[in-house]
């Protein structure tokens, strides 16, 4: 995933552009955000960042991560920035994860990210989960988003979520032909110690009919 942003960032580095309309370029497809880190790596100073800051043209949403010329983000705005906050392998999870592909509609709340690398405190409006099973299957991109994949999306929303939610998420994913029977099998058998998975295989049996 950080090869993924890593190559847009190189990308427009390579554009035929005035250095200062590069930020921009890059929040368009960020969803208004851009990292301290993707900045650097455009060719500007951290002094010349702190000017940015200073003028009014970067605004600090979370520590090292910026929203570019405004300070109201989307809802898509604010999922990036977390994902961004949290560090070169997270994603976005969860509820937060579920509302990005369209299966149930999103909820207030804090942003949910995963993070399979580290614990991340003191970043207000963001909830960090913790996983050793994020197998590379489960993670992917989706509207510019690093996110867990559909079915681990489904999988990690089953936690929390009432299983009537569950079901319905899972044939908004059938409509959408986003889900597929084999894959989500093959994610459970190859998962360990997600509490979710003993009420997502009970929804699954039901739609089945078993």
Known sequence: MLSYLGSRVREIAGLNYPRERLIGVLADLQHGVVARWQILALGFSPD????QLRSGHLHRVYRGVY??????????????????????????????AI????????????SNVTDPT????????IRVHRSRSLHKNDRTVHDGI????????????AETAPAQQVRLAVEAAERKELYNGLVMDEMLARTRGRKGIKPLKAVLASMRGA
Do not use: Y
């Open 118 to 125: 580290r614990c991340h405190f003191g970043q207000r409006n």
């Open 48 to 51: 010349q960042i702190a000017g």
């Open 67 to 96: 929203a570019v010329g405004r300070r109201k983000l989307s809802r898509q705005g604010q999922w990036m920035a977390a994902v961004l906050a949290c560090g070169e392998e997270s994603v976005l999870s969860h509820r937060s």
């Open 99 to 110: 509302a990005l592909w369209g299966l149930r509609p999103p909820t207030g709340g804090p």
């Open 146 to 157: 690093r996110v867990t994949s559909v079915h681990r999306s489904i999988l990690d929303f």
